[in-house]
């Protein structure tokens, strides 16, 4: 009976209150939507959610993979504890484990650095810079010189963008590259650790409740941006001061109820939902299963070989992200199958070919959709290339040998004619990644991901293959690659960034010695990439165009794809049927949370929770209408990875919780969104104000946030 | 965890609308409940519910072990259909099944008599008869003269009330023995089966889903009342007419929805909701194991020997019923343990306890509590040996042959010197239950049903058992005893009514000989009862006065347990949190019997439903606030076995359903009730019209309900 799932959702969808739920909207679409917006609930005016230089908006913050905002004039960043935990693992040692124990600093002389790498980004500016970025290239420009045109457009005004010191600039292609816009942030590169739960808080339920409902986790931690005390970003430095952000988010006064209007703004990374049949079909019968392997192959080898705790320690944070990736993957491809989306893909496609089969549409739109129908499985093949070749890159110190000659490479050159990622504005992160591997690295460990790596790409055509690396560690063979090398001391890695390529060609070290003989190769399949994304820009633009024009004849509004730019959501605090005479509640409370405490990883709450729970003294932070604490929370609204941390907001755009999760059913939403069955899972700012004050007594944080601790 | 689960139900009572939900009110407090029913929603004045000549209440009827209701002027009652589960058996042969198939009459010639025995009773008078019950009972007056004066009393008032032609009455003990109720009802003998949907809809789902939510059950069905031509209630006549009730429910016109007043009207069996601590230990430490055992020994061996097809239809009716009383003790013993069941009690008790022993109180109820805590053991110890020795009742031979025997000695006697159930008022049910020996009886599963029993009662202390009998059967044999009799014919059986005491000592029938052998013996077992029951009603009185006492001391008022008579409950349509985060729905629909079709019984839906609920077309059947067809729901009221069929009526007194079961977590509640997770689970009215207007195509009774078939 699985397969009526979505047909029968119809039934459902009726008894549910009308308020949109798909859609990752660009804020610049919010003054179009004033009305619908109005009528969902939003109660500030609409208009407020395209300003970036007015509250909640300039507020919002990313963190370069996850969301955050501000939560206090002294620059108080609240995220996930999930999208901090790089930073949390980075500050544990064996003997002094913040993952498990949690971490308080009493004083801002107590923070603790982020990892390297760390970035708060604040939203300053996002311009529409579709016509300069598309300028010169007619619709005869294609292959490699479209591709080099376009990222000459796109480095000319990243370039003068970041004129402006401090700040990090970016531009996104939005409908296929028919629209771009410029996102311009104000880039905090002193990032520290203020606060974060025990992990049997942050990260309650752990890979067992992952993606799952009810759900009980205390996914949540603080950061603190730090800039140079002329208000400028700054390195790290003792003499760093707060950031002071323009606007900050309030904590919600009122009761958050089922049925209340909520949006979420934050950085949404990568959504599929205009593809076309052919592509879902290659995605869902070849990319992910393949994907879902080598994931597997990865955990289970992780898991396998980290026999001591620093092991442990080194690969939790890159085995859990590979976990969590795997486990979505998973769900999507069930999804799938239970909601027959290559049947709805097809229909949709359909229904775009008889439309633009019209006389009125023919000339203008039907050769647009053939023509990417024809170019698309070339694309598709390097798609599944690029993820078995990708796997050498969790050799950490091949990848970074490889970054680093790439680097040498590029830095000969003047810098606006580098590669994107290769000039000087990503020198730093550069260098953090060079220094991170410290933290994240075991030789052993990544000898054997080499090999499982080596073994894998080794199964991909020649045509496919970097020959020439696969042939010069084979000569210098594995022993002496890692016996031999000093790239396992970050020192000698940074030492490296500056030398020229002459140095390099010179070396001796097994890892440069790869990366020096696999370059040539690496630069023509990147040129073949190049010819391929110039075609496929040259045919996408005008297949979106005939989407939307598609829609528009529908009197349908599109959002773009998510593509890791700033967009908004909305819908409402709602449970949901889930089967017939049974429904998920809106809201988690103690009561699920002391269900489920086994007193074993992944439901050992920490002591002191449980004896607060069991108190029951909620103090001011109980919802009036639950008659206890929320928890986590339902909504319809529409994320996917990158949108963890996200605040969400409340009608008045005041702060009620922070996005973390999604459910198995919504897992499919990134290629096709069911709003019956889509939600949203947060957790409720009042349990975090909650485990704040009588948990971890963090009341300073408290009443910097406006906020009375209730004792 | 699962001790937790009544403490912290705390947590979700605050969410729920105050409704009152436990209550089995007699209709005679209802206008002291004025208040609170208004409160509750209840739009028709409080007072009507205790008028006995007015809607609704005296369009409820007794089926006697089900409830019922008249919903049209001519006669027409509705029911479940395992309440008219039997009567359906009674007409189906191997050849035509109409526990499989249905039955609808076309026509009133087509409507067929109701199983032998059936009754419709409809209710006319309830009067308080304390006094007379209780008049010349001192204090003084214990043992078998106490228990012989309201015996007698008790058969004085019948007599008295059944000197109207066609009434049956009854007096019925309230509070302990304290309070009594005369009972007067029309007793309607012609009582014929109208329509039965398809045993897949009426009970759907079966043994798997029994006390479970979700449920998709379509348990309805319905008879028709017949008298004789002068409107009195009369034998099965060809000339019957159909009977004029004074009154009869209307089908509700308004959407029923979550959160809807809703009270039922019926009668419930029994409950034991002022047991105190001791009886509770006794009952689930002993004699409830003792009787699930005997249960489950009894259905396996009616399943393992019903070979032919003749076997299952002969033992359906028996073999459900044993099935449906073990999983209800099941669900019982589990949910006590659960929902701690003996601290509660316990702590009940102490508190009444701590209440009595106060000055004010000590004289009149401190030793009530003592004189009944030192009696009660001796009660229980009586209750298990009568449950053991009843399994003797099973083999029906041996049963009839007792009845008929005690009949014989009871006929000599004047009839108001009888004992009760063998007086001339009795004579028809008996003939009802000799005949219908015919429908449920096969001599070989007889024959094993007698072993059991017999190896069952042998485990009693010998002063328990009626060693009389067991010597009466061992000496005749088995083979002999079933070879030997004539029992097995209904007309033999019926012949024997009639026949002297002498003419039973002179026969050769072996079963007769056994009745003869071992009469003695239980006259002396009866002796000694009924001095215990005397003793134990000059204690319990007095006890339960004291818990009144108790409870109206706390501004309580106090209904009193279940007996089978007519009492009132209401509350609302509601679902109700079954996990954190979690919760059954109020409604089921036609998409979740979909879903759990399986082609397969219990799920094996009629091909003409399952293509109506494809075809989705609900007509004027559907709920506006659901969107769609209304199944199965949800309510708060307080039910027992007895309401089985009881009419389920809207704030204004309207038919909405006929409720037909609990839940399992409600199955504690005979003994204590959790109005947080005790719930009714009622087969909603609009799913009836709805199978009755697209899929049985029982048109003539929609409009004679005054609905117009929506074709």
């Given at each position: ?28 679409q919010?003054?179009a ?14 208009a407020?959610l395209?300003?970036m ?13 996850c ?39 009493k004083t ?27 300028k ?29 010191p401090?700040?990090?600039c ?9 629209t ?7 880039e ?18 752990g ?163 053939s ?21 050498l890159?969790?050799?950490q ?5 490889r ?59 020649e ?23 000093q ?43 190049k ?9 996408r633009?005008?297949?979106m ?18 593509n ?25 409370t ?21 004896a ?13 209408a ?15 990875n ?34 019956a ?35």
């Amino acid at each position: 009976m699985r397969a009526r799932l979505l047909a029968s959702a119809i039934f459902l969808i009726s008894a549910l209150p009308a308020v949109a739920a798909e859609g990752m909207w660009l804020p610049s679409q919010a003054p179009a939507m004033a009305e619908q917006l109005k009528k969902a609930g939003l109660e500030i005016p609409a208009a407020a959610l395209a300003d970036m230089n007015a509250a909640p908006m300039n507020a919002i913050a990313s963190l370069a993979g996850c969301s955050a905002s501000f939560l206090s004039p002294k620059g108080l960043v609240a995220t996930n504890h999930h999208c901090a935990y790089g930073s949390i693992q980075y500050n544990s040692s064996a003997g002094n484990d913040l993952l498990t124990n949690g971490f308080l600093a009493k004083t801002l002389a107590d923070e603790l650095p982020a990892a390297p790498g760390s970035r708060v980004l604040v939203m300053e500016a996002l311009t529409d810079v579709s016509a300069p970025m598309l300028k010169g290239i007619t619709p005869a420009v294609t292959g490699k010189a479209r591709t080099d045109m376009v990222e000459a457009n796109r480095k000319a005004l990243i370039s003068a963008c970041e004129q402006t010191p401090g700040r990090r600039c970016d531009v996104r292609s939005y409908f296929g590259g028919g629209t771009w816009y410029l996102q311009r942030m104000i880039e905090i590169r002193d990032v520290r650790l203020v606060y974060a739960p025990a992990g049997s808080v942050g990260n309650y339920g752990g890979e067992i409740d992952n993606w799952m409902w009810p759900r009980h986790t205390g996914d949540f931690s603080f950061y603190r941006a730090y800039v140079g005390a002329d208000g400028n970003p700054a390195a790290f430095s003792k003499a760093n001061v707060p950031y002071q952000p323009r606007a900050f988010l309030k904590p919600a006064t009122g009761d958050l109820k089922e049925g209340d209007f909520v949006m979420i703004a934050g950085f949404p990374g990568v959504t599929e939902r205009y593809r076309t049949a052919a592509e879902t079909t290659a995605y869902y019968s070849d990319i992910y299963p393949t994907q879902q392997r080598l994931l597997t192959e990865y955990s289970d080898l992780l898991m396998r070989e980290s026999k001591t705790e620093a092991d442990h320690i080194a690969y939790a944070s890159i085995l859990k992200g590979s976990d969590n990736y795997k486990k979505k993957i998973k769900g999507q491809m069930d999804a799938a199958v239970t909601a027959d989306l290559a049947g709805t893909k097809a229909r949709a496609g359909a229904a775009l070919s008889e439309w633009a089969a019209r006389p009125e549409n023919r000339r203008t739109h039907a050769l647009a959709i053939s023509n990417y129908d024809a170019i698309i499985n070339e694309e598709l093949v390097a798609t599944r290339a690029t993820l078995v070749n990708g796997t050498l890159n969790r050799a950490q110190l091949l990848s970074a040998a490889r970054q680093l000659f790439r680097w040498a490479n590029e830095r000969a050159r003047p810098d606006a004619e580098r590669e994107p990622g290769f000039q000087d504005r990503d020198r730093q992160l550069l260098i953090d990644r060079l220094n991170l591997i410290d933290r994240r690295f075991v030789a052993r460990i990544d000898r054997l991901v080499l090999e499982q790596a080596l073994a894998e790409v080794q199964k991909l055509p020649e045509a496919q293959r970097n020959l020439a690396l696969e042939k010069a560690i084979a000569e210098i063979g594995l022993d002496r690659l890692y016996a031999g090398t000093q790239l396992t001391s970050a020192a000698e890695r940074l030492a490296w960034l500056d030398r020229p390529v002459e140095a390099f060609a010179a070396s001796e070290d097994p890892f440069i010695r790869v990366a020096v003989a696999s370059f040539a190769a690496d630069m023509v399949s990147e040129s073949r990439m190049k010819d391929r994304l110039g075609r496929l820009h040259a045919t996408r633009v005008p297949f979106m165009a005939a989407v939307q024009a598609h829609a528009a004849a529908q009197g349908q509004l599109l959002y773009p794809d998510a593509n890791g730019s700033l967009r908004f959501t909305y819908g409402q605090v709602q449970g949901r049927p889930i089967e017939d005479g049974k429904a998920w509640t809106a809201f988690t409370t103690p009561r699920g949370l002391l269900e489920k405490e086994s007193g074993k990883e992944p439901f050992n709450s920490p002591a002191r929770l449980l004896a607060a729970v069991k108190a029951g003294n909620w103090g001011k932070w109980a919802s009036p209408a639950l008659g206890t604490l929320p928890v986590n929370n339902l909504s319809t609204t529409d994320i996917t990875n990158g949108n963890s941390g996200s605040a969400v907001l409340n009608a008045r755009g005041e702060f009620v919780g922070l996005a973390f999760d999604g459910t198995l059913e919504g897992m499919l939403s990134d290629w096709a969104v069911d709003d019956a069955t889509n939600r949203t899972i947060a957790v409720d700012s009042r349990y975090i104000f909650w485990v704040m004050d009588k948990v971890d007594g963090a009341h300073h944080l408290l009443r910097e946030m406006g906020l009375t601790p209730s004792q």
